[in-house]
């Protein structure tokens, strides 16, 4: 039987659990082996045993990662998940609206149905007495032509002659305003929609328009927003504390169909770089000179550039990493390092002080961020690093 050819999972999982249990005892002479060969070579068999514990980690870790669950909860933490600490809830209600406005509509009856149905008397106006209830509406975006007439002005000595500003425009004598540029470039990047299909949607709203002419608009709100954009990257990079990330960028190109947007972002501020790779020197480009605190997850590229300024002796940047990331490896490592417990049970209290901040201001998020602030200076900074020593033969298998 050929694996690659074979369509029928349970054949597939009897074979793997054949195969794992036949990796294991071959593991076993592995190890057995090797240890008498250390022995008989004056060692006593310790340094070769934790090599190849370490292999059998990473064995471990990446049949996880390819066949194992994707959740990094630990069964203690799921347990304690399942523990309802409040009641169910029965329903959310009408969900608040405070980002729209309000349009007040009074409904009046009808002449003919302003008579009593009991005598057939009028029926009078009870002031300020009505039935209220609300209801989330629609308004179509409709577009339009706005003919401008621009007012001309002479002087009585016949030497001048003015006419009134029209409104700006993104190309001179464009046809298009800067707020249909906006709604097109708003439409394309914020809720993906390509310009083909905006066009198929202004064509059913009375609009005929081409995808190049969209693309025109576009492109000349870009060079407007050039300067903006320049400037965006050095008030972030200005901070003395930053992240940095990239992701898939999956464009249209025969050669490389997946590119990569590159974000550095602050406090106050985010700003992208669409490259073709996901490189160390790319992430040099995005960084520029920066020697201040740069926070990343475990991407090795950020690394690889910190060690090459160092190397040439340029600006740089400390590179810490994320807790999320950093409490991956140890929940990895916790099936085969039990001392690992120690770490994510500290980490945990970390967590919990976060938890803690957002609980207490869940609709504000200022207030939460504030607070959280606090937290972190006085709750957080309660745990000292020595805490975190672990054995010393304590090793985290890569993954």
Avoid at 107 to 117: F, G, N, S
Avoid at 143 to 171: E, M, N, S, W
Avoid at 268 to 285: F, L, N, P, Q
């Amino acid at each position: 039987m050929r694996i690659e050819t074979e369509t029928d999972l349970h054949i597939l999982r009897q074979k793997a659990a054949l195969l794992q249990r036949e990796n294991d005892l071959l593991h076993a002479r592995l190890v057995e082996l090797t240890s008498q060969l250390d022995k008989l070579q004056g060692g006593d068999g310790a340094g070769l045993q934790q090599e190849l514990a370490l292999l059998q980690e990473k064995l471990a870790a990446q049949a996880t990662k390819l066949f194992g669950k994707s959740s990094e909860k630990r069964k203690t933490e799921v347990v304690e998940a399942a523990k309802p600490d409040r009641p169910a809830q029965t329903g959310h209600g009408p969900r608040p609206q405070p980002k729209l406005p309000v349009v007040e509509q009074i409904h009046e009856l009808d002449a003919a149905d302003k008579v009593c149905v009991n005598c057939g008397g009028n029926l009078r106006l009870m002031a300020d007495q009505f039935e209220e209830s609300e209801e989330i509406d629609v308004v179509e975006r409709v577009f339009r032509v706005v003919h401008h007439k621009r007012q001309k002005y002479r002087c009585d000595c016949q030497a001048c002659i003015d006419t009134a500003l029209g409104p700006p425009k993104l190309l001179t004598g464009g046809r298009y305003s800067v707020g249909f540029a906006v709604e097109v470039a708003s439409d394309k990047y914020s809720m993906h929609k390509p310009l083909t299909r905006q066009c198929q949607e202004m064509a059913h709203q009375g609009l005929v328009v081409d995808s190049q002419t969209l693309w025109d608009q576009i492109s000349a709100l870009a060079k407007h927003l050039q300067n903006a954009y320049d400037s965006l990257r050095v008030r972030v990079l200005g901070r003395p504390v930053v992240g940095a990330d990239e992701t898939r960028w999956p464009v249209l190109d025969a050669e490389n169909k997946v590119w990569w947007a590159w974000s550095v972002c602050s406090n106050d501020g985010v700003w992208y770089r669409i490259a073709k790779s996901r490189s160390h020197e790319e992430a040099g480009k995005l960084l520029g000179d920066y020697s201040g605190t740069v926070v990343t997850d475990a991407y090795g590229a950020y690394q690889a550039l910190r060690n090459k300024r160092i190397r040439e002796g340029m600006a740089v940047f400390l590179n810490p990493h994320c807790w999320s990331h950093c409490r991956r490896k140890f929940v990895a490592a916790e099936p085969h390092q039990p001392e690992a417990a120690q770490a994510l049970a500290l980490i945990g209290k970390l967590y919990a002080i976060e938890a803690k901040a957002k609980a207490e201001h869940p609709q504000d998020e200022a207030a939460w961020q504030s607070r959280l602030g606090e937290l972190r200076k006085t709750e957080s900074a309660a745990y000292p690093p020595e805490q975190l020593r672990l054995p010393s033969e304590f090793r985290l298998a890569q993954a």
